[in-house]
Every structure is written in structure tokens, then in C-alpha cells.
């Protein structure tokens, strides 16, 4: 590690290989916990390269517990986090509602660490139990079109990262990681990042996978559908700047996003979403993300469409009912 960290200190970067190398040595336990953190410090220091990023999605994706749901079309709509917003759960609402709207989802989150409450955060508090048991996710992904992938019972490798990442309390590569490495690497996603520069080097990994994609950055730098402003949006074959008249939904300002400060207020939150009982911006912000989801899955199809898709299973309480049973099978 004192090799590379001089490499590192001189601005030097890691090939492929490299990176993949000191990624699986890091998970195999090989470091402490202080020579892990100036490892992640290093990459806060300067961007990370495209051949690091590549390396240490290769490491992960090769480490992670393998699991096979028998569905070859499900989507995931998840962010990197890291951009100091503190929204509510956006992502995982719309994961919910695209659910509700007939899709399946798998979705993988994780626990806060350079925000508030995570996606697991507040799954655990509304009564979700994380399981990595593939004949369990198989059922809930069947019976209630939707499962949760908890990140680190995933990626266990990851155990001594863990402590680091939260004592640091901010955002590192591994949230630029979070979002590519999906154990199920799903046929569809939506991907949100906090930079463009991020962007550009997820269009370039997305491409190599194969699969669908969209990738979301917000000009006022959230990683996912604000309303707040313009957003870039690429996918495999286009690129373009949306704004909320795109999606035929009314702008907001940032104070209309924010999740409070615990996984209580993100919990109250999520269920008045689900219940319909919301604010008009927050609804509006969860359907502009479920909707361009189901763009990603139907490209063909208007986003205002496929934003009313979205509004339907909102308003004829489909997803509320999806989330609904979903919990019912956690005492199966």
C-alpha cells in the first residue's frame, strides 16, 4: 500500500489491472482502517481516472454474492448520492411507483453515509428485512414485482470499508461505485450522478455493458430529477437537456426536496407519497424520475406518457399497494 499511495500522492493513476488489484486486497482485509482512508482520501483529491473506475467495478462485481431471479428484464433507478442535497428518497420511491406501474424492479441501496438517511435507512425503519437469500427475492420480486438488494450484504468484501466511509462522512469513490455494481447488473437503469464529468465516464461504462440505460445529471447538481432547474439526460443513443415543462410537471426549489434529518422524517415522508398525501413537489419530483424510468424501458414513448403511467400508480394507489405486499411477505 505505501507503493501505491506514493503513486497516488504524485498524481500518478492506477491502470485496470491495478486498480482492480489494491480494490480486492482492501476487501480481502489485506490493510487497516488508516491506510484505507488515505487510500479513499487520495481519489477526493483529484478525479478518479476511467481505468480506476473500471478496475474497481471489476473487483466488486467479481467479490459480490451471485444471485440468479429468474427475470432477465428488471430495472434499478438509483443515485450516487455524495451531492450535499439532502433530498428525501426519490430514487427509491420511484422504485416503488415504477413497481406499481406494472415493471419490475430490483433495486440496490445502502445505507447513508455522505447523507442523512440512505435507502436502507429508511427501508429498515419502515419494516423491510434485508436478505440476500435468493429464493426470498425471487418471491418478492414475483409475488409483489419488486425487491431490495442491500448493498452490503452484497458485497461483504466491503466489510472493512464500512467503519472508514463513516467516519469520514463524506462522499468517496465508492459512491461513484454504488450505482455499477448491482449484483443482478439489471437490463435497465436509471442512473443519477453530481457531476457531468461523472456522467461522461458512466456513459462510457454503460455502453460497454450492453444494457439500457439513462444517465441523470442536474445542472444545479443533484444527482437525479430536481425540477429545481435543467437536467442532462444521455442514453445509449442521444443526448439532451430536459427541463420540468418536458415532463409536463411545474419546477420546485430545492427547500420543497429535503428529507429532514432521520430516518423517521424519511419514513413519513415515503409513506405520504405512497398515501397520495404528499406535497405537490414532492409527488412531482418522484414521477418525474419513475417516468423517466419507464422512458428508459420505453423509449418509444413520450415522457409526459410516461410520466402519466407514473401518476396512475400513485393515484389509483397501485404502488402503495405494491409496497403493502411487499411488507406482508417478509413474515412468510
Known amino acids: 500500500m505505501k507503493q501505491i499511495l506514493n503513486r497516488l500522492y504524485e498524481h500518478q493513476s492506477l491502470d485496470r489491472a491495478e486498480a482492480k488489484q489494491v480494490l480486492g486486497q482492501i476487501a480481502e482485509g489485506q490493510y487497516n482502517e488508516v491506510q484505507i482512508a488515505a487510500f479513499v482520501t487520495a481519489f477526493n483529491m483529484r478525479p478518479i481516472s476511467m481505468p480506476e473506475l473500471q478496475g474497481f467495478r471489476d473487483a466488486l462485481l467479481e467479490a459480490c454474492v451471485k444471485i440468479d431471479l429468474d427475470h432477465p428484464e428488471t430495472i434499478d433507478i438509483v443515485g450516487t448520492g455524495g451531492d450535499g442535497k439532502n433530498t428525501f428518497n426519490i430514487s427509491t420511491l420511484s422504485c416503488v411507483v415504477v413497481a406499481g406501474a406494472g415493471y419490475a424492479v430490483t433495486k440496490q441501496g445502502s445505507f447513508g453515509v455522505s447523507s442523512s438517511v440512505g435507502s436502507s435507512d429508511v427501508l429498515g425503519q419502515l ?60 437490463k435497465y437503469q436509471l442512473l443519477g450522478v453530481f457531476s457531468m464529468e461523472l456522467q461522461r465516464m458512466y456513459q462510457y461504462v454503460m455502453q460497454a455493458s450492453g444494457r439500457e440505460y439513462g444517465i441523470v445529471y442536474a445542472f444545479d447538481g443533484y444527482d437525479e430529477v430536481s425540477l429545481t432547474g435543467k437536467v442532462k439526460f444521455s442514453t445509449k443513443t442521444s443526448e439532451k437537456v430536459l427541463d420540468p415543462q418536458h415532463f409536463g410537471l411545474p419546477a420546485c426549489s430545492a427547500q420543497d426536496l429535503d428529507g429532514g434529518q432521520s430516518a423517521e422524517d424519511a419514513a413519513k415522508i415515503f409513506w405520504n407519497v405512497l398515501k397520495n398525501e404528499a406535497t405537490a413537489a414532492q409527488k412531482n419530483a418522484v414521477l418525474a424520475n419513475a417516468g423517466l424510468a419507464i422512458q428508459v424501458i420505453k423509449p418509444q414513448q413520450s415522457l409526459p406518457d410516461c410520466v402519466a403511467e407514473a401518476r396512475k400508480s400513485i393515484d389509483a394507489g397501485k404502488a402503495l399497494a405494491t409496497f403493502n405486499k411487499l411488507l406482508s411477505l417478509q413474515t412468510l
Not at 155 to 161: D, F, R
Not at 170 to 177: A, E, G, M, P, Q
Open 127 to 186: 419494516g423491510y428485512a434485508f436478505t440476500n437469500e435468493q429464493d426470498k427475492l425471487k418471491r418478492y420480486l414475483h409475488d409483489a414485482g419488486i425487491c431490495f438488494l442491500h448493498g452490503p450484504l452484497f458485497h461483504p468484501a466491503l466489510k472493512t470499508v464500512v467503519p472508514v466511509r463513516r467516519q469520514l462522512g463524506t462522499k468517496t469513490f465508492f459512491n461513484i461505485l454504488g450505482p455499477l455494481v448491482n449484483p443482478l447488473q439489471p
